[in-house]
Structure formats: structure tokens, C-alpha cells
């Protein structure tokens, strides 16, 4: 899956990505709203982790979801 397609279906698809992250709340969700960037901003704020990472770990996600939609 491309990312463009997640911005497309961010409704459909921001469940599994709160499942995958679960200290995304549902006023994150709304703020990302398909966006990567605020994503990966979000996720730093939330696990204190590196940015490198975390893009990483978001790309392995995204293409994960190739199978589920």
C-alpha cells in the first residue's frame, strides 16, 4: 500500500492503525487524518522514541496493510 491510499481511506483504516499503536488517541487520529508527518509527530510525543525509527516502523506497517484492504 501506498501512502497515498492511506490518506485516501484514513477513516477506514485509523482503527488498525490505533490497534498498532495504542496510545494513539481518537483526538490524534483525527489530527493526522491521513497525514504521515503529523503520524510520526504524534508517535514521537507518545512513546518518546527516535524519528528515524518510527518512520521506519511506520513504512513496515503501511505495507503490511497491503493484505487487509
Given at each position: ?69
Amino acid at each position: 500500500m501506498l501512502w497515498n491510499d492511506v490518506t485516501s481511506n484514513w477513516q477506514d483504516l485509523r482503527k488498525e492503525f490505533q490497534v498498532k499503536w495504542s496510545k494513539l488517541t481518537e483526538t490524534d487520529l483525527t489530527a493526522i487524518n491521513g497525514k504521515r508527518d503529523e503520524l510520526v509527530r504524534r508517535l514521537q510525543t507518545a512513546y518518546k522514541t527516535d524519528k528515524v525509527k518510527l518512520e521506519k516502523e511506520v513504512d513496515d506497517f503501511i505495507k503490511s496493510l497491503k493484505a487487509h484492504v
